[in-house]
């Protein structure tokens, strides 16, 4: 018996689990987003400046490479495109695979990225638009592996800081 005040998707989600009790379920991305795009563990709310500009909210989640929270760039998505740094000040771009769904240990390979920049664009055009995987997240991975870039360059001490800019006051 079904509890009346569930919406309709918490509904359909409840029916796949009373008729799969013992067996891994499989739904829909777009009902599992449905489901956890008010509350996530992931998300992060940041208020607005002034009244009009509102509240943005953000996702820290793997998948996400624009940390945006929406159906679009959500690492529910069966397919998902990631460009992170490494511990070794480098970069790896990871996207997920047929296999994520039923090993999700193996469901996302990751591709390094430490060779020179124009090298690592070539590599991520190839793997995100070339093969038609999401092209519509091709320019904002290569923002971020360039964000990414330029942060490990600081981190090297191959290239300087931007230096922080001073006020029009008194100077020491």
Not at 29 to 37: I, R
Not at 54 to 68: A, C, L
Not at 85 to 112: H, I
Request: hydrophobic fraction near 30%.
């Amino acid at each position: 018996m079904l509890p009346s005040s569930l919406s309709h998707a918490l509904q359909s989600l409840y029916l796949c689990l009373e008729i799969n009790k013992y067996k891994m379920v499989q739904c829909s991305d777009a009902l599992v987003w449905e489901l956890v795009k008010n509350n996530s563990s992931f998300m992060k709310k940041v208020n607005g400046r002034t009244s009009r500009s509102g509240t943005v909210r953000f996702s820290v989640e793997k998948g996400n490479v624009k940390n945006i929270s929406s159906y679009k760039y959500s690492g529910f998505n069966s397919k998902t495109v990631d460009v992170s740094a490494t511990a070794d000040n480098r970069a790896a771009l990871s996207a997920k695979s047929s296999k994520a769904s039923t090993q999700p240990s193996k469901g996302q390979p990751v591709t390094p990225l430490n060779k020179s920049f124009h090298r690592v664009e070539k590599t991520i055009t190839s793997q995100i638009a070339d093969n038609y995987y999401r092209p519509d997240l091709k320019s904002d991975a290569l923002a971020r592996y360039s964000a990414i870039y330029r942060g490990n360059r600081v981190a090297k001490d191959v290239k300087k800081g931007v230096p922080v800019k001073k006020g029009r006051g008194k100077s020491d």
